[in-house]
Protein backbone atom coordinates (compact mmCIF):
# COMPACT_ATOMS: atom_id res chain seq x y z
CA UNK A 1 0.00 0.00 0.00
CA UNK A 2 1.54 2.91 -1.22
CA UNK A 3 2.14 6.14 1.51
CA UNK A 4 -0.36 8.40 -1.16
CA UNK A 5 -2.98 5.57 -0.64
CA UNK A 6 -3.02 6.28 3.55
CA UNK A 7 -2.61 10.05 2.87
CA UNK A 8 -6.16 11.15 0.96
CA UNK A 9 -8.01 8.13 2.41
CA UNK A 10 -11.06 9.38 2.83
CA UNK A 11 -12.09 12.60 1.07
CA UNK A 12 -15.76 12.38 0.95
CA UNK A 13 -18.75 14.23 -0.45
CA UNK A 14 -16.25 17.00 -3.46
CA UNK A 15 -18.80 17.44 -5.27
CA UNK A 16 -20.70 19.17 -2.31
CA UNK A 17 -18.11 20.74 -1.29
CA UNK A 18 -17.30 22.37 -4.84
CA UNK A 19 -20.99 23.57 -5.08
CA UNK A 20 -20.78 25.08 -1.53
CA UNK A 21 -17.67 27.01 -2.70
CA UNK A 22 -18.59 28.60 -5.95
CA UNK A 23 -22.48 29.68 -4.28
CA UNK A 24 -20.72 31.49 -1.15
CA UNK A 25 -17.34 32.45 -3.24
CA UNK A 26 -17.38 32.38 -6.38
CA UNK A 27 -14.37 32.58 -8.48
CA UNK A 28 -13.32 35.74 -9.30
CA UNK A 29 -10.29 34.41 -11.60
CA UNK A 30 -12.82 32.67 -14.18
CA UNK A 31 -14.22 35.25 -17.15
CA UNK A 32 -18.26 34.84 -17.00
CA UNK A 33 -19.45 32.47 -19.43
CA UNK A 34 -23.08 33.29 -19.56
CA UNK A 35 -23.85 31.73 -23.30
CA UNK A 36 -22.53 28.65 -21.72
CA UNK A 37 -24.37 28.50 -18.60
CA UNK A 38 -27.50 29.41 -20.28
CA UNK A 39 -27.14 26.38 -22.66
CA UNK A 40 -26.62 24.29 -20.58
CA UNK A 41 -29.94 25.65 -18.25
CA UNK A 42 -32.82 24.10 -17.45
CA UNK A 43 -34.64 27.18 -19.50
CA UNK A 44 -32.74 26.67 -22.45
CA UNK A 45 -32.88 22.55 -22.07
CA UNK A 46 -36.83 22.39 -21.22
CA UNK A 47 -38.32 19.88 -23.17
CA UNK A 48 -35.40 18.44 -24.70
CA UNK A 49 -34.38 15.29 -23.80
CA UNK A 50 -30.56 14.40 -24.93
CA UNK A 51 -30.56 10.95 -25.77
CA UNK A 52 -26.86 9.51 -26.56
CA UNK A 53 -27.19 6.27 -28.33
CA UNK A 54 -24.91 3.89 -25.74
CA UNK A 55 -22.16 2.78 -27.77
CA UNK A 56 -18.54 1.34 -26.48
CA UNK A 57 -16.55 3.06 -29.24
CA UNK A 58 -15.19 6.64 -28.83
CA UNK A 59 -18.22 8.29 -31.11
CA UNK A 60 -21.97 8.21 -29.97
CA UNK A 61 -24.49 9.85 -31.96
CA UNK A 62 -27.87 11.92 -31.21
CA UNK A 63 -30.76 11.96 -33.97
CA UNK A 64 -32.83 14.94 -34.69
CA UNK A 65 -36.52 14.03 -36.02
CA UNK A 66 -38.82 16.81 -37.63
CA UNK A 67 -41.18 17.23 -40.05
CA UNK A 68 -41.15 20.31 -42.53
CA UNK A 69 -44.37 22.56 -42.73
CA UNK A 70 -46.21 22.17 -45.42
CA UNK A 71 -45.53 24.78 -48.02
CA UNK A 72 -48.24 27.28 -50.12
CA UNK A 73 -46.99 26.04 -53.02
CA UNK A 74 -48.39 22.51 -52.73
CA UNK A 75 -51.71 24.41 -52.22
CA UNK A 76 -53.43 23.89 -55.44
CA UNK A 77 -56.38 25.68 -56.57
CA UNK A 78 -60.38 23.37 -57.15
CA UNK A 79 -61.11 23.28 -60.52
CA UNK A 80 -63.51 20.84 -60.87
CA UNK A 81 -66.16 19.38 -59.13
CA UNK A 82 -65.24 16.24 -59.53
CA UNK A 83 -63.73 14.07 -56.48
CA UNK A 84 -60.51 13.69 -55.62
CA UNK A 85 -59.42 10.67 -53.78
CA UNK A 86 -56.12 10.05 -54.99
CA UNK A 87 -52.96 11.93 -53.77
CA UNK A 88 -49.52 11.82 -55.36
CA UNK A 89 -47.33 14.39 -52.73
CA UNK A 90 -45.34 12.49 -50.43
CA UNK A 91 -43.90 13.83 -47.37
CA UNK A 92 -41.87 11.71 -44.37
CA UNK A 93 -39.75 12.69 -42.03
CA UNK A 94 -36.21 14.22 -41.69
CA UNK A 95 -33.27 13.56 -39.69
CA UNK A 96 -30.37 15.19 -38.31
CA UNK A 97 -27.94 12.91 -36.81
CA UNK A 98 -25.16 14.61 -34.47
CA UNK A 99 -22.07 12.89 -33.50
CA UNK A 100 -19.57 13.50 -30.34
CA UNK A 101 -16.06 11.89 -30.31
CA UNK A 102 -13.47 11.54 -27.57
CA UNK A 103 -11.26 14.26 -29.60
CA UNK A 104 -14.54 16.97 -29.27
CA UNK A 105 -12.64 16.91 -25.25
CA UNK A 106 -10.45 19.57 -23.44
CA UNK A 107 -8.60 18.69 -20.93
CA UNK A 108 -6.63 20.14 -18.39
CA UNK A 109 -3.81 18.61 -15.76
CA UNK A 110 -2.02 19.14 -13.12
CA UNK A 111 0.97 17.23 -10.99
CA UNK A 112 1.86 17.14 -7.39
CA UNK A 113 5.32 15.78 -5.60
CA UNK A 114 3.48 13.12 -2.64
CA UNK A 115 6.77 14.85 -0.63
CA UNK A 116 5.44 18.50 -0.99
CA UNK A 117 1.73 16.81 -0.30
CA UNK A 118 2.73 15.86 2.75
CA UNK A 119 4.91 18.62 3.86
CA UNK A 120 2.00 20.66 3.31
CA UNK A 121 -0.04 22.52 5.67
CA UNK A 122 -3.24 22.19 4.38
CA UNK A 123 -5.29 18.67 4.99
CA UNK A 124 -5.42 16.64 2.42
CA UNK A 125 -8.94 17.40 1.19
CA UNK A 126 -8.02 20.76 1.10
CA UNK A 127 -5.62 20.37 -1.44
CA UNK A 128 -7.58 18.08 -3.50
CA UNK A 129 -10.07 20.59 -3.56
CA UNK A 130 -8.22 23.27 -4.16
CA UNK A 131 -6.53 21.98 -7.23
CA UNK A 132 -9.56 20.93 -8.71
CA UNK A 133 -11.17 24.05 -8.45
CA UNK A 134 -7.89 25.43 -9.69
CA UNK A 135 -8.63 23.21 -12.74
CA UNK A 136 -11.99 23.81 -13.62
CA UNK A 137 -11.33 27.65 -13.60
CA UNK A 138 -9.09 27.02 -16.58
CA UNK A 139 -10.79 23.91 -18.37
CA UNK A 140 -14.41 25.70 -17.91
CA UNK A 141 -13.65 28.72 -19.66
CA UNK A 142 -11.95 26.72 -22.48
CA UNK A 143 -14.89 25.42 -23.30
CA UNK A 144 -16.89 28.67 -23.19
CA UNK A 145 -14.06 29.28 -25.78
CA UNK A 146 -14.39 26.44 -28.10
CA UNK A 147 -18.36 27.30 -27.78
CA UNK A 148 -18.09 30.93 -29.32
CA UNK A 149 -15.67 29.04 -31.96
CA UNK A 150 -18.88 26.74 -32.69
CA UNK A 151 -21.61 29.09 -33.10
CA UNK A 152 -21.17 31.34 -36.22
CA UNK A 153 -22.12 27.82 -38.54
CA UNK A 154 -25.09 27.25 -36.52
CA UNK A 155 -26.65 31.01 -37.40
CA UNK A 156 -29.30 31.16 -39.69
CA UNK A 157 -31.08 33.18 -42.21
CA UNK A 158 -34.09 35.58 -40.90
CA UNK A 159 -37.26 35.30 -42.22
CA UNK A 160 -38.33 36.84 -45.52
CA UNK A 161 -40.73 39.03 -44.06
CA UNK A 162 -37.97 41.15 -42.61
CA UNK A 163 -37.06 43.95 -45.20
CA UNK A 164 -33.62 43.29 -46.73
CA UNK A 165 -32.36 46.78 -46.49
CA UNK A 166 -32.28 45.95 -42.33
CA UNK A 167 -29.63 42.96 -43.51
CA UNK A 168 -25.91 42.78 -43.61
CA UNK A 169 -24.16 40.94 -46.42
CA UNK A 170 -23.52 38.29 -43.52
CA UNK A 171 -27.66 37.85 -42.89
CA UNK A 172 -26.82 39.66 -39.90
CA UNK A 173 -29.60 42.48 -38.48
CA UNK A 174 -28.00 45.74 -38.34
CA UNK A 175 -28.82 48.47 -35.65
CA UNK A 176 -27.96 51.75 -34.72
CA UNK A 177 -27.58 52.56 -31.25
CA UNK A 178 -26.58 55.79 -31.57
CA UNK A 179 -28.17 58.93 -34.06
CA UNK A 180 -25.77 61.13 -36.16
CA UNK A 181 -25.82 63.38 -32.89
CA UNK A 182 -23.98 60.36 -30.60
CA UNK A 183 -27.46 60.53 -28.92
CA UNK A 184 -28.90 57.45 -27.35
CA UNK A 185 -31.34 55.82 -29.93
CA UNK A 186 -33.56 53.11 -28.46
CA UNK A 187 -35.53 52.14 -31.62
CA UNK A 188 -32.68 49.84 -32.10
CA UNK A 189 -34.39 47.79 -29.59
CA UNK A 190 -38.01 48.06 -31.68
CA UNK A 191 -35.80 46.79 -34.57
CA UNK A 192 -34.21 43.80 -33.10
CA UNK A 193 -37.49 43.25 -31.35
CA UNK A 194 -39.76 43.10 -34.91
CA UNK A 195 -36.66 41.22 -36.60
CA UNK A 196 -37.81 38.76 -33.54
CA UNK A 197 -41.51 38.42 -34.12
CA UNK A 198 -40.97 38.57 -37.81
CA UNK A 199 -38.69 35.35 -37.49
CA UNK A 200 -40.80 33.81 -35.51
CA UNK A 201 -38.74 33.75 -32.32
CA UNK A 202 -40.94 32.88 -28.81
CA UNK A 203 -39.84 34.53 -25.51
CA UNK A 204 -37.17 33.95 -23.56
CA UNK A 205 -34.51 34.83 -25.65
CA UNK A 206 -31.28 35.17 -24.87
CA UNK A 207 -28.93 38.04 -27.03
CA UNK A 208 -25.34 37.70 -25.93
CA UNK A 209 -21.90 39.02 -27.44
CA UNK A 210 -20.52 42.19 -28.06
CA UNK A 211 -20.02 45.30 -25.37
CA UNK A 212 -21.73 48.07 -27.80
CA UNK A 213 -25.29 45.96 -28.06
CA UNK A 214 -25.04 45.34 -23.99
CA UNK A 215 -24.08 49.05 -23.16
CA UNK A 216 -26.84 49.84 -25.26
CA UNK A 217 -29.07 48.09 -23.00
CA UNK A 218 -27.67 48.92 -19.70
CA UNK A 219 -28.88 52.43 -20.55
CA UNK A 220 -32.31 51.69 -20.92
CA UNK A 221 -32.30 50.20 -17.43
CA UNK A 222 -31.42 53.51 -16.39
CA UNK A 223 -34.26 55.21 -18.10
CA UNK A 224 -32.04 56.81 -20.83
CA UNK A 225 -34.95 56.77 -23.24
CA UNK A 226 -38.28 57.21 -21.62
CA UNK A 227 -37.82 61.11 -22.46
CA UNK A 228 -38.36 60.13 -26.04
CA UNK A 229 -41.59 58.66 -25.93
CA UNK A 230 -40.28 55.49 -25.77
CA UNK A 231 -40.09 53.01 -22.72
CA UNK A 232 -38.42 50.74 -24.31
CA UNK A 233 -37.43 48.76 -20.90
CA UNK A 234 -40.80 48.01 -20.34
CA UNK A 235 -40.87 46.77 -23.79
CA UNK A 236 -38.31 44.47 -23.11
CA UNK A 237 -39.47 43.14 -20.06
CA UNK A 238 -42.97 42.29 -21.84
CA UNK A 239 -41.48 40.53 -24.91
CA UNK A 240 -39.14 38.61 -22.67
CA UNK A 241 -35.34 39.58 -23.66
CA UNK A 242 -31.98 39.44 -21.79
CA UNK A 243 -28.84 41.16 -23.21
CA UNK A 244 -25.73 39.69 -21.85
CA UNK A 245 -22.00 40.63 -22.37
CA UNK A 246 -20.14 37.72 -23.77
CA UNK A 247 -16.08 37.91 -23.28
CA UNK A 248 -15.28 34.18 -25.85
CA UNK A 249 -18.70 35.76 -27.96
CA UNK A 250 -17.17 38.46 -28.40
CA UNK A 251 -13.58 37.59 -28.74
CA UNK A 252 -14.95 35.64 -32.03
CA UNK A 253 -17.38 37.56 -33.61
CA UNK A 254 -16.30 41.06 -32.64
CA UNK A 255 -17.92 43.95 -29.89
CA UNK A 256 -19.97 45.08 -32.14
CA UNK A 257 -22.03 42.13 -32.93
CA UNK A 258 -24.58 40.07 -30.34
CA UNK A 259 -26.38 36.67 -31.10
CA UNK A 260 -29.85 36.28 -30.54
CA UNK A 261 -30.84 32.37 -29.34
CA UNK A 262 -34.20 31.11 -28.69
CA UNK A 263 -34.26 28.88 -26.23
CA UNK A 264 -33.93 25.45 -27.31
CA UNK A 265 -32.20 26.46 -30.63
CA UNK A 266 -28.88 25.78 -29.85
CA UNK A 267 -27.66 22.77 -27.41
CA UNK A 268 -24.91 21.70 -26.06
CA UNK A 269 -24.01 18.07 -26.43
CA UNK A 270 -21.62 16.23 -23.32
CA UNK A 271 -20.09 12.87 -22.88
CA UNK A 272 -18.41 11.04 -20.51
CA UNK A 273 -16.07 8.35 -20.85
CA UNK A 274 -15.29 7.26 -17.41
CA UNK A 275 -16.62 5.06 -15.17
CA UNK A 276 -18.90 4.59 -12.80
CA UNK A 277 -21.65 6.62 -14.92
CA UNK A 278 -22.36 10.00 -13.81
CA UNK A 279 -24.70 11.08 -10.80
CA UNK A 280 -24.44 14.65 -10.44
CA UNK A 281 -26.64 14.25 -7.29
CA UNK A 282 -22.88 13.78 -5.93
CA UNK A 283 -19.39 12.97 -5.58
CA UNK A 284 -18.16 9.35 -4.85
CA UNK A 285 -15.96 8.94 -1.97
CA UNK A 286 -12.67 9.52 -2.56
CA UNK A 287 -10.87 6.71 -0.84
CA UNK A 288 -7.70 4.76 -2.31
CA UNK A 289 -6.78 2.91 0.38
CA UNK A 290 -6.58 -0.66 -1.22
CA UNK A 291 -5.89 1.21 -5.01
CA UNK A 292 -3.41 4.01 -6.39
CA UNK A 293 -6.42 4.98 -9.41
CA UNK A 294 -9.53 6.74 -8.82
CA UNK A 295 -12.08 7.56 -11.84
CA UNK A 296 -15.19 9.22 -11.56
CA UNK A 297 -16.99 12.00 -13.15
CA UNK A 298 -17.74 15.80 -11.09
CA UNK A 299 -19.81 18.39 -12.51
CA UNK A 300 -18.70 22.20 -12.86
CA UNK A 301 -20.98 23.54 -10.02
CA UNK A 302 -21.91 26.90 -12.02
CA UNK A 303 -22.06 25.42 -15.55
CA UNK A 304 -23.72 21.84 -14.61
CA UNK A 305 -21.11 20.26 -17.43
CA UNK A 306 -19.86 17.04 -16.67
CA UNK A 307 -16.33 16.33 -16.18
CA UNK A 308 -14.25 13.15 -16.44
CA UNK A 309 -11.63 13.28 -13.47
CA UNK A 310 -8.82 10.40 -12.79
CA UNK A 311 -6.17 11.00 -9.96
CA UNK A 312 -3.58 8.55 -9.92
CA UNK A 313 -0.33 8.14 -7.70
CA UNK A 314 3.38 7.07 -9.62
CA UNK A 315 6.19 6.43 -8.04
CA UNK A 316 5.24 9.27 -5.61
CA UNK A 317 4.08 11.91 -8.06
CA UNK A 318 0.02 12.41 -8.07
CA UNK A 319 -1.62 12.84 -11.33
CA UNK A 320 -4.85 14.45 -11.44
CA UNK A 321 -6.35 15.18 -15.10
CA UNK A 322 -9.62 16.78 -16.09
CA UNK A 323 -11.51 16.18 -19.18
CA UNK A 324 -14.09 18.30 -20.75
CA UNK A 325 -15.93 16.71 -23.20
CA UNK A 326 -18.94 19.18 -25.51
CA UNK A 327 -19.76 19.92 -28.40
CA UNK A 328 -22.34 22.71 -29.76
CA UNK A 329 -25.03 22.01 -31.73
CA UNK A 330 -28.38 23.79 -33.65
CA UNK A 331 -31.33 23.42 -35.10
CA UNK A 332 -30.86 21.86 -39.70
CA UNK A 333 -31.67 24.77 -41.98
CA UNK A 334 -33.73 23.26 -43.56
CA UNK A 335 -36.44 23.38 -40.95
CA UNK A 336 -38.68 24.92 -43.33
CA UNK A 337 -38.75 23.68 -46.91
CA UNK A 338 -37.61 25.69 -50.19
CA UNK A 339 -39.61 28.57 -51.13
CA UNK A 340 -40.92 28.57 -47.55
CA UNK A 341 -41.26 32.61 -45.78
CA UNK A 342 -38.96 30.68 -43.34
CA UNK A 343 -36.52 28.78 -45.20
CA UNK A 344 -33.19 29.00 -43.80
CA UNK A 345 -34.59 29.78 -40.00
CA UNK A 346 -32.78 28.14 -37.13
CA UNK A 347 -33.72 30.72 -34.33
CA UNK A 348 -30.42 31.81 -34.00
CA UNK A 349 -29.36 34.90 -35.42
CA UNK A 350 -26.62 37.79 -35.71
CA UNK A 351 -27.06 41.14 -34.51
CA UNK A 352 -24.18 44.04 -35.77
CA UNK A 353 -24.18 47.20 -34.49
CA UNK A 354 -23.23 49.93 -36.95
CA UNK A 355 -23.35 53.82 -35.59
CA UNK A 356 -23.05 56.45 -37.63
Not at 37 to 62: A, C, D, E, M
Not at 289 to 315: H, Q, S, W
Request: net charge negative; proline share 6%.
Amino acid sequence: MSTFNNTITPCPALQEELVRYFNTCPSTRRVQTPTLIWTNSPINRSGISQLIQPVTGKKRTVQLTYTQPAPVSDVTAVESCDKVCTATTEQGDNYATYTIDCTDGLRIERKVNLADWNESCKSDGTIIFDTLVNMLDGLIPAVAEKQAAELNPLLGTYSNAVDPSWLTADDFLEVATKDANDKNDPAWFERVNAAKVLTGFCAPTLITGGIDLWTAWRLLNVGCCTQDGLDALAIAEQFGEAVVYDYYVAQEFGNNVSLMLQSNSIQLLTATWGRPALDISGFAALDMTYRNYFETVVADPITGIPVDLIIKEDCGDISIIMTATTKTVGLPNDLYPAGHPMEGVTFANGIQVTNP
